[in-house]
Each structure stands twice: as structure tokens, then as C-alpha cells.
């Protein structure tokens, strides 16, 4: 699920559709949570779509350490990518946003972090864009990314989370443990599907 402070526009032919902020959204905001709703495939329900579907459930979904393919349900799904992105996955099973987002600001994610078995070609237009995002990044970035998650889940209960109650109780235990001592922190390393070459998607 989505955080409720978000809407769905229209951006461009080339882009399509992204999501934006509708009011202030802190550092340290919990953004998306995978809720009871998330259509959850597995690598063998996914092959068993027609090469159509495929490239439908490709398109708006990503694919969890489990190699489960994810489709939200609600708009989470039209989150673009941007290599300056607003928000992160966390080993946590939701995203956090790592800096603040101003109302009207594009809500935008970390690819990286999806288990993409391709190359993925990139036009985020801002300083520092990869280019590419590649199979290897989570290996070679994943301690940057820990670096702004952390910061950002230092702050986590400062704010109102809305969406806070769709977390289990063993995942909120596991985050007041961060809070307390640091090394308790799950990477982002844990969202990696480690089985990936041998359960090909496509």
C-alpha cells in the first residue's frame, strides 16, 4: 500500500504515468509497505502467462528476495526510478523516504534494489544518472544505499506512519531494535534473490 499523501499524474508520452506528492512527506516516513493485497507469482505462475501478460506483469511489478514477483494493487505501482531517488527499499519489507519530499515533488524509487535480470537503460535526467541500471548494482551500491536508509530509519518514529499498522509485530520488535542499538539494522543486502540464475523470469 501506498502512503495516502500521494496521487497518481499523468508526466509525459515518453514516461507515462508517475506519483507525487499531495502534502509533506518527512525523512523517515514509511512510503509503501507490501500489505495482504500484493499480488504475490511465483516464478512458475509467471511463466505460465501468456508472452502478453508477461510484459504487463514485468512492467509494474518487481521481484522479491523470494523471487516472488510483486504487482501492487493500488498505485505503488507507477513509482519510477531516478538515480537521486526520494524513496528506498529497506530490508524490512516497506520503503522509507531518505530525505524530505515537498508536496508536489515526484515520488521516485531505487531499481536497483528489484532483482532486475536485465540491463535497464536510464533517462532520470538528473546529476549523477547511472545510465544503465545493471545486474551487479546491488553488490556494488549496497553500502550507499545502507548508508541513506539508516539515516532515514534513525528518524522513523519522529513522524506520524500512517502506514505503520500494516506492519507485523516482528518487523516493528525488529525496528525499535534498530533504534536502540545499530547493529541490529538489516541491509538492503536481504532483498536479494539469491537464486536468481537458477528460476530465469523471462
Not at 504515468?17 to 504475490?40: N, Q
Not at 534494489?113 to 546529476?127: D, H, I, R, S, W
Amino acid at each position: 500500500m501506498i502512503h495516502p499523501n500521494t496521487c497518481l499524474r499523468f508526466i509525459s508520452e515518453d514516461m507515462g504515468y508517475g506519483l507525487f506528492a499531495t502534502a509533506f512527506i518527512p525523512k523517515g516516513t514509511i512510503v509503501y509497505v507490501k500489505d495482504a493485497l500484493e499480488i504475490e507469482l511465483t516464478p512458475e505462475e509467471y511463466l505460465a502467462h501468456s508472452p502478453a501478460m508477461q510484459e504487463v506483469i514485468e512492467k509494474y511489478s518487481y521481484i522479491d528476495e523470494r523471487g516472488f514477483r510483486i504487482l501492487s494493487w493500488d498505485t505503488a505501482k507507477y513509482v519510477n526510478h531516478c538515480c537521486q531517488c526520494n524513496t528506498m527499499s529497506t530490508g524490512y519489507g516497506f520503503e522509507v523516504a531518505i530525505r524530505d519530499i515537498q508536496p508536489g515533488e515526484e515520488i521516485t524509487d531505487e531499481y536497483g534494489l528489484f532483482n532486475l535480470e536485465y540491463e535497464m537503460p536510464l533517462a532520470c535526467a538528473k546529476k549523477g544518472c547511472r545510465g544503465m541500471i545493471r545486474v551487479e548494482d546491488p553488490e556494488k551500491l549496497a553500502d550507499r544505499w545502507d548508508e541513506q536508509v539508516r539515516a532515514a530509519l534513525d528518524v522513523l518514529f519522529d513522524h506520524p506512519q500512517p502506514l505503520m499498522n500494516l506492519l507485523d509485530d516482528a518487523t516493528v520488535e525488529d525496528l525499535v531494535d534498530f533504534v536502540q542499538d545499530e547493529g541490529a539494522y538489516r541491509s538492503v543486502r536481504a532483498l536479494r534473490y539469491p537464486q536468481r540464475a537458477l528460476h530465469p523470469f523471462g
